[in-house]
């Protein structure tokens, strides 16, 4: 398919090149670095290649939301999105910006989205997880009463917000002790995702602001699979209810979207797409940790209807960030 566009594309800072590199054996690291660096020549010439026009591009993992200080986290923000900016205005036709945020301040984070999406023209923002704020102990999470502020500016402003995956803290990951290769894309990134994602459903924010639009990985961080038991228990007479009105799986049906990056499967497109439908999912790649040869190719040739292949391959995507195109 011609045409497709990417919303999970990460690029770096050579300041932020450590982040990701603990994510690839030390033989990558070289490969891993250059397409991090990297914008205007390979990532286009693969784009060209494999039938991608767009890429929407964000901040390397976990970056600001990694840093306690909240004045640096606030100051790296800044930097990060000044230089999306400057590289997006080079070819506005191939690449659009999602913004970084300090989420360690909500005042902060809401001058900074203000900013990004009137002054710089970004089409929402991307944040890696759960915020440090003063030190690395203290882990915030966007269901906290302090972020309503924030949540009521991205419905106000339109824009989608992307949650994206980061790690949990070492004082708070025993469960991967002895078995660290569960840790990052493997396994610990979708759970503390699906985590965070169900705190936001049962808070009752959407019910606050219904308009809210969520997007998250990795074919939905194995939420799809896991919906009807999480509602299920949840009626059961003696359990702890969330907070919303409504069930969790209305929430998720209503107010996320769910991207392909990183998980080309074409069994876990068609369970996703049975538990939300087609136009709630959008193609993605999620370069350069996973390579968009593999993603283009399989998601080109997996066994959906063509009208449903352009809706998740392209226009859904067109349509959630108002990117124009057809």
Not at 19 to 25: G, I, Y
Not at 107 to 113: F, G, K, Q, S
Not at 286 to 298: G, S, T, V, Y
Request: net charge negative; charged share 25%; aromatic share 12%.
């Amino acid at each position: 398919m011609q045409g497709k566009i990417g919303l999970e594309e990460h690029f770096a800072l050579r300041e932020t090149l450590g982040d990701s590199l603990p994510f690839v054996p030390p033989q990558f690291a070289d490969e891993l670095e250059a397409r991090l660096l990297d914008i205007q020549d390979m990532r286009l010439k693969l784009m060209d290649k494999h039938g991608m026009e767009m890429m929407l591009l964000s901040f390397n993992a976990p970056a600001v939301q990694a840093i306690a200080d909240v004045k640096k986290a606030d100051e790296m923000a800044r930097r990060a999105n000044d230089y999306l900016a400057e590289e997006v205005a080079k070819r506005p036709d191939r690449f659009q910006g999602l913004a970084a945020l300090p989420l360690q301040d909500p005042d902060l984070a809401i001058r900074e989205l203000q900013r990004c999406v009137k002054d710089l023209g970004f089409k929402g923002s991307l944040v890696n997880g759960f915020s440090n704020a003063g030190d690395m102990e203290t882990c915030l999470y966007y269901d906290l009463p302090q972020y309503l502020p924030f949540w009521a500016e991205c419905e106000k402003l339109d824009v989608p917000f992307y949650l994206h995956p980061r790690n949990p803290i070492d004082s708070w990951a025993q469960i991967y002790k002895g078995a660290e290769w569960l840790l990052g894309p493997t396994w610990a990134f979708g759970q503390e995702t699906a985590v965070h994602s169900l705190r936001l459903m049962g808070s009752g924010l959407f019910d606050k602001h219904p308009k809210l639009k969520i997007v998250i990985g990795h074919m939905g961080e194995g939420l799809p699979f896991s919906m009807w038991r999480v509602d299920n228990r949840n009626l059961w007479v003696n359990s702890k209810k969330h907070k919303g009105e409504k069930s969790i799986g209305y929430y998720f049906q209503n107010n996320f979207w769910i991207t392909t990056s990183g998980n080309f499967r074409t069994q876990a497109l068609i369970n996703t797409m049975l538990e939300v439908g087609a136009d709630r999912i959008l193609f993605s790649t999620d370069w350069p940790f996973e390579n968009i040869d593999h993603a283009c190719d399989w998601f080109d040739a997996a066994t959906i209807g063509e009208e449903d292949r352009r809706k998740i391959g392209r226009t859904n995507a067109s349509k959630l960030f108002k990117l124009g195109l057809d």
